[in-house]
């Protein structure tokens, strides 16, 4: 018995070793994997007030997706502005901005304020939300 020991421990160590450089191979390449910092500007005012629209007209908000790192922008980044019972979505162009539209009678003022909240996703960069985006008064 006391000889088959020897031999598990330097079969174990070799199995051990070469699992261990499978997971260097794989975190030193893990860098771009690493998700990036991402930031949104909104193009259009952070503040609204709902009088000064008529119950037809659209509410536009543009907003602009950049990579905070290197400045460029991002296409195709999921953003979605939300709160007070309503919601719009859509997806960044070429340009890595969108225009994201409500209706002055989406909204469910039951206070005389209240906020929007800014969520931005995008493949390969960190997920950015921003609770205060836009404040919305009556």
Known sequence: ???GIPIKIVVLTIVGMAGLAAMLVIIDNGEN???KPIHADLKSSTII??????DTENIDMEVEVIDSIEGTSIEKASVALSGLGAISVNMTGN???TILRFKKTDFDMKAGEGYLQ???KANG???????YAV???I
């Open 118 to 120: 800014l969520d931005v």
């Open 95 to 97: 340009d890595g901005c």
């Open 1 to 3: 018995m006391a000889l």
């Open 49 to 54: 007030i709902l009088p000064a629209f008529h």
């Open 33 to 35: 994997a690493i998700p």
């Open 135 to 137: 404040k919305i008064v």
């Open 125 to 131: 960069f960190q997920d950015y939300s921003n609770e």
